[in-house]
Nanobody, 116 residues
Framework: QVQFVESGGGLVQPGGSLRLSCAASGFTFRAYLMSWVRQAPGKGLEWVSDINSGGGITSYTESVKGRFTVSRDNTKNLLYLQMNNLLPEDTAVYYC?????????RGQGTQVTVSS
């Protein structure tokens, strides 16, 4: 059974940092592209970033470029998202997902709230 457990969210002031983690199980993690997506209140899923199976190729939505860094540890089946210089508009529930769109296989999410 494919499972994802996200952690690391919380309340942070603008300009602060958080590191999200995603523990994956139930499939061959190292074989899959992995994505981070988010959902702000009242909005649909928004792609944030993805990383190829080997970890050498990453992509980001324009609004987070230079602030967020995605990485993975294929020996531990872990996916990460380092988020720096957070902005109020980054407030959302963040999900890790297997593969790309439509991100059907994803976890329960972790809440990130950026507010002073």
């Amino acid at each position: 059974q494919v499972q994802f457990v996200e952690s690391g969210g919380g309340l942070v002031q603008p300009g602060g940092s958080l590191r999200l983690s995603c523990a994956a199980s139930g499939f061959t993690f190292r074989a899959y592209l992995m994505s981070w997506v988010r959902q702000a209140p009242g909005k649909g899923l928004e792609w944030v970033s993805d990383i190829n199976s080997g970890g050498g190729i990453t992509s980001y939505t324009e609004s987070v470029k230079g602030r967020f860094t995605v990485s993975r540890d294929n020996t531990k089946n872990l996916l990460y998202l380092q988020m720096n210089n957070l902005l109020p508009e980054d407030t959302a529930v963040y999900y890790c997902a297997q593969g790309g769109k439509p991100w059907s296989l994803r976890g329960q999410g972790t809440q990130v709230t950026v507010s002073s």
